[in-house]
């Protein structure tokens, strides 16, 4: 099972970027698939989630009050790829962003599989 997130960078305040989580190894389709962020210094944060149902695109969305109306959660089972669509940044989101994911549990706890990290910068 791997999970291999990328991009990531360095991006104005007021920006965009797209992270993406692409799975191998299995069929994601019944899995949760989760987005965590950690800043320098900081403990790492749960950011969104998406709780499988027949496929990610119906599953159920969380998101930390950080991020919500500014993040968007996706994905497409064929493609075994979600993304993180993240808008209207600001520099207090700077970290690296994980993906994760589990079969089961609380979409916003410890997670079973984690991608590498992709480093997001905000510029003030």
């Known amino acids: 099972v791997q999970l291999q997130a990328s991009g990531g960078g360095l991006v104005q305040a007021g920006g965009s970027l797209r992270l993406s989580c692409a799975a191998s190894?299995?069929?994601?389709?019944?899995?949760?698939m989760g987005w965590f962020r950690q800043a320098p210094g900081k403990e790492r944060e749960f950011v969104a989630a998406?709780?499988?149902?027949?496929?990610?695109?119906?599953?159920?969305?969380y998101y930390a009050d950080s991020v919500k109306g500014r993040f968007t959660i996706s994905g497409d089972n064929a493609k075994k790829t979600v993304y993180l669509q993240m808008n209207s940044l600001k520099p207090e989101d700077t970290a690296v962003y994980y993906c994760?994911?589990?079969?089961?549990?609380?979409?916003?706890?410890?997670?079973?599989?984690w991608g590498q990290g992709t480093l997001v910068t905000v510029s003030s």
């Open positions: 190894g299995r069929t994601f389709s019944n899995y949760n």
């Open positions: 994760a994911a589990k079969l089961m549990g609380d979409p916003r706890g410890e997670y079973d599989y």
């Open positions: 998406v709780v499988a149902a027949v496929s990610w695109s119906g599953g159920r969305k």
